[in-house]
């Protein structure tokens, strides 16, 4: 699988543009957790979760190796390599979340001097 820096930038923009959200993949009004948007950002389905109020992502599931990714390139903290640990705590910010997308594209296209890494 190829991992695409543009992945990441989209999926800030997506939380940009439509909102912020935590411990849910996708709100009803359409804002983002980190994990959801990286799946809207590779096209993803969504169908209603038992949780009212929220959509889960369907289909291809591609987007946690995207997430397995980013998660190690998290800064240190209490969340180890777990992307929605970090995106649900309570002292991140939609701006740490945005700028941390940001961040692991620059670092991929960096690292590997491209648009995508082979996973």
């Known amino acids: 699988m190829k991992l695409f820096p543009a992945i990441y930038d989209k999926a800030a923009d997506l939380i940009e543009e439509k909102g912020y959200v935590k411990g849910k993949y996708k709100s ?7 994990l959801g948007a990286i799946a809207e ?3 993803a389905k969504w169908e209603e979760d038992s949780q009212e109020g929220a959509y889960v992502p369907t289909g291809s599931y591609e987007y946690l190796t995207y997430a397995e990714h980013a998660g190690n390139l998290l800064p240190e903290g209490i969340w180890g390599t777990c992307v929605p640990d ?17 961040k692991v594209a620059d670092e991929l296209r960096n690292e590997y001097g491209t648009e995508y890494k082979v996973a």
């Open 41 to 43: 950002a590779m096209g």
């Open 28 to 34: 009803v009004d359409g804002c983002f957790c980190a």
């Open 86 to 102: 970090f995106n649900d705590d309570p002292d991140v910010t939609k701006e740490d979340v945005t700028s941390f997308l940001r």
